[in-house]
């Protein structure tokens, strides 16, 4: 006798828990997604939902659509540097042994975008925190960690709740020592108070949890890391446990590799072939990441090109002069004469649009 095939509402639950479980999702997780509560998806899931489950399916729908669409397409517009791959492998340190690391880069250097990066690649074994005001205490950073992690919690949970629910989330997946252990991403770590930071290092010292932490900051976390105050002993405890650490240090050339990189990832998106770049364009590109702000200045000087000559009507080269004319659309001053726009402006002709040179 044939199967009977399964009902579109059928087949997408089954897709649904297939991901579940490959991926190590909880109910209240799901249940998230759809928008709906853990007891409503419990029922959708075993056939039991004796209401219209149609706007969940929709909605489960729609997220498997776009997991697929995510999959078919490029993982990330993350561009690989040699500070990005330095960062990475603390992270891979941090997360294996596991144990703290430390990372400590000027701004605008590529270290918000690697840690994500990472924190990508690992799924839902590991946690970017982008510290703000609001997690900034032990308090908030537990109620932020109690929702990233979307652990169970009563209705009106107290902070030991949340405590707890995040540390049986960290212990089931560490799974004493069987499981993986779980890496949480801190950066602007100088932001947390001592009394959160020391909360990380708690989960990080828990047999049971053993949770790899990663800080993050400009050069003010070492000195944060060594003062006295905050916590009876400062962070002694936690510096001790550092057993991964990168530094790129204030004054420390940004390599050119990886000035092209970037550049080349952002005219490529912008739909320029960046081999069009002669040796002296190149070289005003490295010395801008030399200046604060570092590979983050080559994205806006080069951007800052872009929308001048958007509005000027003309066709860019992204060539150093015109990289320097740019300069004040960035809060920069130019270091050459401009008295002519030095772009290649376009005027109509014809049917082809073909157009004129009118260079400075």
Known sequence: M????????????????????AEGLSNRQVARILDCSPAVWSQIRAGKYAGDAAKYLARAAQWLRERRE????????????????????????????PCI?????????????????????????????????????????????AERLAVG???????????SAVRRRFADSYAGGKGTPFLVLVDEATVLAPSAINLLRNFHDDPACRVGVVLADTARLDAYLRSPSGIAGGNEQLRSRCGAAYAHTKGEEIALSDVKA???????????????????????????????????????????????????????????????????????RCELDHREPPFVILHRAGRSGAGRAAVA
Not at 153 to 163: K, Q, V
Not at 285 to 300: E, T
Request: charge should be positive; include cysteine.
């Open 70 to 97: 995510r999959r078919g397409g490029a993982e990330s517009d993350y561009v690989e540097t040699s500070i990005g791959r330095a960062i990475m492998a603390v992270c891979a340190r941090a997360w294996q042994l």
């Open 262 to 332: 970037v550049a080349g990832s952002v005219l490529a998106g912008i739909g320029f072939d960046p081999k069009r770049l002669g040796a002296e364009d190149w070289k005003f590109l490295h010395r801008l990441a030399q200046k604060d702000g570092r590979l983050r200045n080559v994205v806006y000087r080069l951007t800052a090109v872009r929308d001048v000559a958007e509005a000027a009507g003309a066709r860019p080269s992204y060539s150093a002069r015109e990289l320097d004319f740019a300069a004040t659309l960035v809060g920069e």
């Open 153 to 163: 919690l009563p209705r009106r949970p107290t902070a030991y709740d949340r405590a």
């Open 101 to 145: 690391g430390r990372i400590v880069t000027e701004s605008g250097a590529g270290k918000t975008a690697a840690l994500a990066e990472f924190a990508r690649r690992r799924g839902n074994k590991a946690l970017y925190l982008a510290v703000g005001e609001l997690v900034a205490d032990k308090r908030g950073l537990l109620a932020d960690l």
């Open 2 to 21: 044939a199967q009977e095939a399964k009902s579109p509402e059928a087949e997408t639950v089954a897709e649904v828990l297939s991901v579940q479980a």
